[in-house]
């Protein structure tokens, strides 16, 4: 999975394509450029059908991702002979989130792979770092980057995403109001 893609198409075509009963995503702008940790559209399933959202790129970290990464952090305070609250460091510790889930196999992903949890990702063309070509190559169903998706999972999930951000909870946005349309 790449760590880059597009999505171009306008709302109405998404909606269209995947059967979009319920629309939260307001004004949908072209974007690109989508990188992690950045709103993006989904389509998933909702009480009345599919629901077209926007989410954040990522899921939540193994606990092992980040207890690894807090005594990493707790090392470099104390060697500068910072006294460590651990518990409190491992709670404010960042989680940028996973973006690949390689390994379902996993029991960190078992609470994500009902079928509640699982979206489609809307794009129009992907992208793979090359060195050798000298940086992102694209991808697209063809020339004229069509619509497609990639299979996914959400979640609702507080983290810190950033340490100067504190504590947020990641959710996907809902703005429904009289123009919604359906």
Partial sequence: MCNLYSITTNQA???????????????????????????????????????????????????KALMDATKKRAEKLQAKGKVVDFKELLRMEPDGGTTNIRNVKSKHWAPWLGVENRCVVPFNSFSE???????????????????????????????????????????????????TER
């Fill in 13 to 63: 075509a998404i909606s269209a394509l995947f059967r979009v009963v319920n629309q939260y995503v307001g004004n949908l702008a072209p974007m690109p450029g989508v990188f992690p940790d950045y709103m993006a559209p989904i389509v998933r399933n909702g009480a009345e059908g599919r629901e077209l959202a926007t989410a954040r790129w990522g899921m939540p970290s193994s606990s």
């Fill in 129 to 179: 770092f090359n060195k050798a070509e000298g940086g992102d190559v694209w991808f697209a169903l063809d020339e004229t980057r069509p619509l497609a998706c990639f299979a996914g999972i959400w979640t609702n999930w507080t983290s810190v995403r950033k340490v100067k951000e504190g504590e947020t909870t990641n959710e996907p946005l809902r703005v429904p109001h009289d123009r």
